[in-house]
């Protein structure tokens, strides 16, 4: 017979953290999702832009620069920060331009933020009133 070797607590321990980790990774993806209430613009902003929509799908580290630009641009009262995961201006009467991030960025798809930035499209302020 083999001699059986029980796990030690130290690496019980590291396998629950590791179990613990993945769950809050796979749950960290689902924050500023389609549906979620606080990052969705209210119902009366929250439908498709109707006039010409021009989306940049970009890296974050690029989505800053861009959003400082177009918010010097066009005399956005707004400041682009590092985290910055998107931003849309009004370009026209009947256009508008969002950039957003290429890819998911601290639980933010860019689906959502596109949602979001729509929002601003159709009026929503960005001070994110209900």
Known sequence: ???VKHPSNAHI???RLGVLLSI????GSAQAGIN???WNPPARFDFPYKGELTVKRL???DVVEACRV???LYDVQATASLNQRGCS???SKNSCLVVTVNKTFKGATPESILRHEEGHCNG???SHPN
């Open 36 to 38: 979620d209430p606080t």
């Open 59 to 61: 890296p974050q580290a």
């Open 124 to 126: 929503w302020p960005a």
């Open 13 to 15: 321990l590291h396998m």
């Open 89 to 91: 201006v009004i370009t």
């Open 24 to 27: 809050l990774l796979i749950c």
């Open 70 to 72: 177009l918010f010097s």
């Open 1 to 3: 017979m083999g001699i």
